[in-house]
Antibody, heavy 120, light 109 residues
């Protein structure tokens, strides 16, 4: 069965960076992409970006351009999302979701979420 | 930037039909996806490509799309369907970025 298992909760200070991992199993990793979505406390879902696990192509939300980098390690079927220059409003639960290999559609299976808290 | 608009809340009695709408200018060209999120849990896909239902999702969940509006219909809503529902689609302007609607709180009581 398809599973996405994310790394554990993080507490970071403003200005620091965080890197969240998402380990996939139960399917051929390079036949799909991975999208990242976050949810601030009490708020809705926010699309952050997408990476193709086939060729590494990326597509980032405009508001995060320059602060976010998404990568994959095909040898371990793991996707990573790094967010830099953290601010208090980056406090959120971060989710990875399996997506189409070619574009930003088709988020079907989701990870359990990783809480990132940014606080001084 | 591209936006999808949902009503903040919908309320029905058990057994009634709930309809949640999602409007966006690119929906005539782009598929809509629908997610159910219960408190403290990750979202679950309930409808993909406008009207297809993943395996394991009850038949009472259905989707449709016409023009600039997509609709999630829950026929005979159950108490356990109470949750937040989000539509998702992509921009057709060329950048293909993803976007979620603001979410709709469905109350079944």
């Amino acid at each position: 069965q398809v599973q996405l298992v994310q790394s554990g909760a993080e507490v970071k200070k403003p200005g620091a960076s965080v890197k969240v991992s998402c380990k996939a199993s139960g399917y051929t990793f390079t036949s799909y992409g991975i999208s990242w979505v976050r949810q601030a406390p009490g708020q809705g879902l926010e699309w952050m970006g997408w990476i193709s696990a086939y060729n590494g192509n990326t597509n980032y939300a405009q508001k995060l351009q320059g602060r976010v980098t998404m990568t994959t390690d095909t040898s371990t079927s793991t996707a990573y999302m790094e967010l830099r220059s953290l601010r208090s409003d980056d406090t959120a639960v971060y989710y990875c979701a399996r997506s189409s290999v070619a574009d930003t559609t088709g988020l079907d299976y989701w990870g359990q979420g990783t809480l990132v808290t940014v606080s001084s | 930037s591209y936006e999808l608009t949902q009503p903040p809340s919908v309320s029905v009695s058990p057994g009634q039909t709930a309809r949640i709408t999602c409007s966006g200018d690119a929906l005539p060209k782009k598929y809509a996806y629908w997610y159910q999120q219960k408190s403290g849990q990750a979202p679950v896909l309930v409808i993909y490509e406008d009207s297809k239902r993943p395996s394991g999702i009850p038949e009472r969940f259905s989707g449709s799309s016409s023009g600039t509006m997509a609709t999630l219909t829950i026929s005979g809503a159950q108490v356990e369907d109470e949750a937040d529902y989000y539509c998702y689609s992509t921009d057709s302007s060329g950048n293909h970025r993803g976007v979620f609607g603001g979410g709709t709180k469905l109350t079944v009581l």
